[in-house]
Each structure stands twice: as structure tokens, then as C-alpha cells.
């Protein structure tokens, strides 16, 4: 049997989107997932469905899964022939502890190789209009662990050097010891003048920032009660947030939205909420399964075909190729149940009526399981396949909703409505109290119906089904 191999891989600093392309594709075909606390939780969308999937997250003195323990799965999971990825958040050799697990990989003889990410130290500054180098202010930079295994748990550099000889000082989960971190630099020489910024939750959609110099940022990081991650940045170069700040100015910065979907379809929503600044689960993610149910071989005694569901349309005729039916048996009559079917069948040489087929017609339904209507006088289905909610895609969304990280819900169709209750339901949530707080908004009138039906709290409804109309409807939300 041939053994797997491990990467260690970086996911960023936070913000899905700032993973590599070579860390996303090991994501892609890793059969086995380790990944930490700190691990965007879409990031796990990107793996395929059979990857296993654990947890090996730390809070602060509480951990999940101890380091000796990490290190021998890897091995273990490798030696079953499978690959495996290691998520580490940020960078894996920037306070990730690559270099203990690459030893142990080498040790046991496990072929690895290390992946690098976009460490926190530099990108939540940047997410806070800092470049922590610039010609005229910065012209060199430290990254600093703001805790030790020590008795006291303070770091211990050399403080001397840092106050003296580096522009600009990214400490690294340091806001327990920031009084300490802040007197030392101040005893060995730095100004109390010196700017500094503390960056909570850098590059995702709860990126707070407090700033402050030196003498005064403790006291102002109690008061806001300031918790890790968090990144605090020391030097002059602080002073340039209030000119290059970006991030936070983008329309739906702080937006967490869940858009409802309804079928496997690719759509365009996340995409415009994204690129302006919010974070997007879709969810659930649908797997297709296909129903192997041979095509009827007598087509030419239907009087008519029914197509009930866009993504059978491809269905229907790679089976007729796999059956060697000739597309000249079809029946002369095609209706289509939608525009998107229609669009399709189109693509196939086929011009569909996009009406009622008549009811007296010996009619073959085709859909997916979901689709067809479940009493059917003088027709006869054809199952193209079924959709299953992928259980990994639940896992995702519980833990999203469980740290209470959505605010906004959308929903794109009435279907959804029910897509969302029954999700909910099955991760033991109840709906009505869940969406107490937050943000509704419909796609249309009878989707506005079906949610308060549901007993649902309707922040609007657009007048069109369109992106832009979308953005205008998140205007008037406070941050």
C-alpha cells in the first residue's frame, strides 16, 4: 500500500478568500483535514465531500487536541495511505508550529511538504490601511509572539533591541500581556508618543481596531474589552490608518450572510455580497445522485416531454447516448417548465413550448425526484437524479450558527423558506427565535408570504431579482 502524504498548509489570516492557490488545491484533494480554531470555517467548503474532516482547535488554556497528539495522527493517517492536509491558521511557520510537526513527519519517514500562507502580522495591518514597512517611516519589522510557555506566560525577546533598532512591531496574541508589552518597550526607550493599533478579528467581517500610542493602549483595550486574535502593532506607521483605512469603508463590511439555496446551481448572489465586503455561507450545498432509471425505449408513443428541472436536461440526453436511443424517436411536442429549462433544451437543438402541456397528453415527466408532482394522470416520470444535503456542508453551518456569526439572511425563493427551517431543524435550532435578530430579506412577494407564514420578520422585499437591487436593500442597515 502506498503511504499518503501531509501538507502544512497556511489558510491566511481570516478572510477566505486570501488562501493560496496551491493551499486551496491541496485543500481540493485532501482526503484527511486537521485544521484549527482560527481556520475560516468556509475554507472546509473547498475540500470534497469524502475528506475527513478534525478538529484541532485551541482556545486559550484549553486545548482540544495536545500538539503530541496532532503530530501522531498526521503520521497515522499518512501511513493509511491517505493525504493529509494540515490547516494552520496565518502562516505555518510564523508562531504555527511547522517546525515541530515537519520533524515528527521526517522522524516517522512521512513524505511533506510545507505550503505557505498570508501571515496575520502583515495582512491586518493592511486590512487596516497599514503597510508595516514605508520608505519614509518603516524600513524594517518584527514579528513577536505575545506569549510564552513560561511561568508568567510573558514573551521575552530581546526588548533592548526591539525598542531600539525595529520601526515597526507586530505582537502576536498579546493582549493578556499588553501592559507588560507596552512597559517594557517604554523602559528599554520607546517613546510613550509611539503609535500603536491593536487589530481584533483582522480580515474577516468582525475586524475591529483600537488605536492609541505606548502610554495608553492598555487602558483603552480594558475598556473595549479587546479579546484575541488580535494582532497590536507598534511604530509610526500606525499613524497612517487615519488616511489609508479601507476595509471597514466597504458597504457591507460586517455583514455575515447566509444566502438560502435551493438547488446545486452556481449562483451570482454571493458573489456581488462578497465583493463588496461581507462574508457569504451558502448553504445547504447539494449532492447529486444519480437515479440509473433507463429512458422508456417506446418515446415515440408519448405524445409529449416535460421538462421539469433545468439540470435534467443534460441528464436526459447523455442517457439517451449511454441507451443508443436516436434523438429522432422523441415525440414532436417539447415543453419546458421554466426559462432556465428552456435555455437549456435550446443548447440541445431543441425549441421547447414554455406552457402547460395539454392535459389530455401521454406525457414523460423528466426531473430530478424533488421536481415532478407526485400525482401524475396519463404520465409517466423519468427520474433524472435526486438531491441530497451534504452533511459536511451541516457541520459548517452548525458551527457558523453556533458562534452566532450570521446577521443577514437572504432568500432568493419561496423554496428556500423551507430549506432554511428544515436546516435549522436538523441542527436543533429553533427558526422563529434563531431569526429574532436578524435581517430578512425576500426575493419577491410570495417569497415575503412564505417566510411569514413561517412566522418569519421581513426586514424588505426587493421589487426586482437583481444584484444591484440587493445592494441598494442593505443601505439603510446599520452597521
Known sequence: MKEGKVYLVGAGPGDAGLITIKGEECLKNADVILYDRLVNPLLLEKAKESADRIYCGKLPDRHHLRQDAIQQLMVEKAREGLDVVRLKGGDPGIFGRSGEEAAALKEAGIV??????????????????????????????AAVTGHSNSENGQPSPNWKALAKAVDTIAFYMGVKNLPAITEKLIYFGKPEHTPVLIIEWGTTGRQRVIDGTLADISEKAKMEQVQNPAITLVGEVAALRENLSWF??????????????????????????????????????????????????DLAHFDSLVFHSDDSVSLFFETLRKQKID???????????????????????????????PADDKSLLIGKKEDL??????????????LKVSPQTRKTTARIVNDNLINTIVLPCAKAVDTLLTELDVLGVSAVEWVNNKTIICY????????????????????KPENEELLHSFSALKR
Open 112 to 141: 511533506y511538504e510545507v505550503v505557505p500562507g498570508i501571515t496575520s502580522g502583515i495582512a491586518a495591518p493592511l486590512y487596516a490601511g497599514i503597510p508595516v514597512t514605508h520608505r519614509n517611516i518603516s524600513g524594517s519589522f
Open 248 to 297: 471597514e469603508h466597504k458597504a457591507l463590511h460586517g455583514r455575515y450572510v447566509w444566502v438560502v439555496k435551493t438547488s446545486p446551481q452556481p449562483g451570482k448572489i454571493a458573489k456581488t455580497l462578497i465583493n463588496n465586503g461581507a462574508e457569504v455561507l451558502e448553504a445547504p450545498r447539494f449532492i447529486e445522485e444519480d437515479s440509473n432509471t433507463p429512458i422508456p425505449d
Open 327 to 357: 434523438i429522432r424517436r422523441l415525440p414532436e411536442r417539447v415543453y419546458a417548465r421554466s426559462k432556465r429549462t428552456k435555455k437549456k433544451l435550446e443548447q440541445h437543438g431543441i425549441f421547447p413550448f414554455l406552457e402547460e402541456a
Open 373 to 386: 408532482p407526485s400525482d401524475n394522470d396519463h404520465k409517466v416520470d423519468w427520474i433524472s437524479h435526486a
Open 444 to 463: 419577491g412577494p410570495q417569497t415575503k408570504e412564505a417566510a411569514q407564514a413561517a412566522g418569519l420578520n421581513v426586514y424588505c422585499t426587493l421589487s
